[in-house]
């Protein structure tokens, strides 16, 4: 069993990015089961997502503790969501802060610390993915830097992951979500 | 076989197309929305987004009086307005098939309350199917529509939150073409006594065929491993429990009313204890115990929220049929709060503002997005209490003002979906028994979408937007009403809307004010962004106060405090906090770069 846990803050496009992933494991043979919370997600809450795939998934919810993967599209929403992880959880994250409002109202202080402290203890890989994608021409393809990022971490052939996001995303972007794709893949790959 | 992987809500829609479904109806509430966004994709159906559940509901009922599949999906609070055609529509016989599909909230993530609608079923004698995941989903539907047309009943299909979103995979169908003629003219299409005398009998008589087809287990999975403990369950609780993997006994229900008495009867004889596992009410104990047949049930488990594994095993634990320790279902740890806010641009900020720091002492909230004004920083909403309701309590508090309570001044917000979908008749009644100098302020916030659902059409969006074909001006109807004094403002300009609210607040009488900015999300507001000169910023903090998601306060280089600035990125231009600054340090962009070439 494979579990994903995805959290960023909403409107970031994590139901888009989980059901990529989820396709690209149904495609790659496994059962799979997401979980999307919807609500008040276009509006800078928080949000997150489940993915599960194994032979057979009965639940949707990864039980706290049970994560493999810690996507976060957020650095204080990983820290968040941390107790997810088992202990040789892997945190995937894109390290551009959103500040929510109690730190810019300056009632509370944005935990850097703690974040750079939780990346030291775990297998991390973090990388500013929206200035990345700004440079490749859009900062909506930060996902699709991560979803490079997850892919270099599980067996699942390439093609397979580039079909699903050639038909989940527009077409005059797909040159740049290749591209975006392949930077997250290779900064794994290579450890940095 | 095709497969593929749909949420709850999606396969729902396959299974209504597979069906031969040909009206679909709804009106946008979460967490069902993408249920007549999945229909409008399929060939050969009629799918809409109606004025509201009421509406939604007959449309569907005129499709099955016509012979054709139908099917109505509602947010479970829908119900509540839908009732009406409802209670009366169970008493006839059903022509084409018809399938009621409420979406219940249990843990209220994106609702005023936790209503459990199989009471509902139950009320309107309809039978109900809860699955538990996409591909039950599906089949569920086609199922009901066989139900339907068999029993000539209604039937509720009921699905929870988790699973409306939740995705699985499921086997995928041809589509069959499944039209009966239309009904035929006879009395127990008319609803008048003794017609609905009549129809008691047969809503009885259906019931009971009903519950003896239920007999048969064409739903119902039993699952054996030799204990003495029979665990009852239904819908996606079942694989919440089965993903603990312990070898219970398990009957999972999917056709959760009427039941089968003579088979649970019988079955419960093989047991020393049988324990109910349900969210919310608990509504298959009661059935159970009704029918003579002792169990377990709510004193293991919550009354409210969702049943997850680890609540499923702390509960087993507790009624002593797992050892161990009890399992956290706490997803999170304690660190600052993330609390949701209104978008970059968004219309309703500067509406907020200005009533911030207006001198209206209540304001009476409404449901949409600008609910949010309940919440921190904000915090100037009242009360919300549901949809169309802040007129009519508007009315009610100033009568009550008139009647010596403390007078003062009142503001009542409504959006445009919510005036269209229900808002209307509470300003009709505005002026039934009006007196002079009853001062009521309205606030239409007409941003030209249902956006809190993702941007359905209403009936004024299709002034924006050129795929929507209502065009309803709200000034023009209320004036047709009779109201004398309502005024169109355009918020962006921050000066001038705060003058005329503060103005309409003041007046002494009926006032209303349409405003009328679009809504930044749906129709993508991307303008020249603006940018914070720290130079001339005085870190007042007046522009961080409007809640804006670019902004923040930073450290410059070389300037000692903190001054005020914008990220770029996420500024979509709408100039507001440019007008509260008090001394212009906010600038749109283009003009730094021309100081800079």
Redesign the interface.
Known sequence: MINIMICG???QGLVLT??II??VA?RAGY??????????S?????V?ANIRMGEK?????I??GEADFLLAMEP??G??????LNNQGVILMNNKI?????????K????SE?IEKMLETYESYALNA?DES?KLGN?MVANTIILGMLASKLSIDDKIWMDVIQERVPKKALDMNKKAFTLGFDYVKNGS | MKQDILTGNEAIARGFYEAGGKIATSYPGSPTVQIIEACKAYEGVYAEFSTNEKVALEVAIGGSFAGVRSMVSMKHVGMNIAADPLMTFTETPTNGGFVLITGDDPGLKSSQNEQDNRLFAKFANMPILDPSDAQEAKDFTKAAFELSETFETPVMIRITSRLCHARSILNLGEREENAKSVFVKDDKYCMIPPNSNKAQFFMKERLEKLADYNEENTFNVLEEHGNETLIITSGLVYNHLKELNLKLDVLKLGMIYPLPKKYLTELSKNYKRLIVIEEMMPFLEHELILMGIPCEGKKFFSFTGELDSQLIYNGLLEAGLVTGQKKSNNMTLETVNRLPLFCAGCPHRPIFDILKKSKAKMVIGDIGCYSLGVLSPTEISHSIISMGASVGITKGIKKAMGLGQPDEPIVSLIGDGTFFHSGIPGFINLLHQQKDFENMTFLILDNRTTAMTGGQHNGGSGTFNNNDDLHIDIKSLLETIGFKRVIEVDQYDYKKTKQIIDEEIAFNGISIVIAKGQCALKYKVKKTPYYVDPEVCIGCRTCIKTNCPPLKMKQYDGIAKLKSSIDEDMCVGCGICAQVCPVGAIKLVTERNEVKS
């Open positions: 803050v909403g409107g989980s059901g989820s396709e149904r059962d799979v089961k997401t979980n999307d919370v919807i609500g008040l276009q509006r800078g809450g928080r997150w998934v009965y639940s949707p919810n039980i706290p204080l929403e820290f968040r969501y941390k107790n997810m959103i500040y929510p409002s109690d730190v810019v109202f300056e509370a202080d944005y935990p703690a929206t700004v900062k």
